[in-house]
């Protein structure tokens, strides 16, 4: 059973940055990959960034891309969310998410990942 706890959520203003934390335990967090995913008020959970088991591949949603990075530290079980330039619709819930395999790909469908995090709130104001 592998658990999640996300961090470094807050208050943004519009063009600055923030970067998310999420922190594994459990498991092996190399024998999984990694997503994050987003929810804002009334919208369906979404997805914003994924990465491989070792961190070589990562793919990003289209509205993040150029501002938002991924990637994960295997050593300190820990997968970061870099987020730059920020703008008032990145407000949301903030997920980290696991699968329960290792693949040389990054999963971006909601329904391949297996263990979430509680969430963090991001808040960027204009």
């Known amino acids: 059973q592998v658990q999640l706890v996300e961090s470094g959520g807050g208050l943004v203003q519009a063009g600055g940055s923030l970067t998310l934390s999420c922190t594994a335990s459990?498991?092996?967090?190399?024998?999984?990959?990694m997503g994050w995913f987003r929810q804002a008020p009334g919208k369906e959970r979404e997805f914003v960034a994924a990465i491989s088991w070792s961190g070589g591949i990562t793919d990003l949603a289209d509205s993040v891309k150029g501002r938002f990075t991924i990637s994960r530290d295997n050593a300190k079980d820990t997968l970061y969310l870099q987020m730059n330039a920020m703008k008032p619709g990145d407000t949301a819930v903030y997920y980290c998410a696991a699968t329960n395999y290792r693949r040389n790909y990054a999963s971006t469908q909601i329904e391949f990942y297996k263990y979430w995090g509680q969430g963090t709130q991001v808040t960027v104001s204009s």
């Open positions: 459990g498991p092996s967090f190399s024998n999984n990959n």
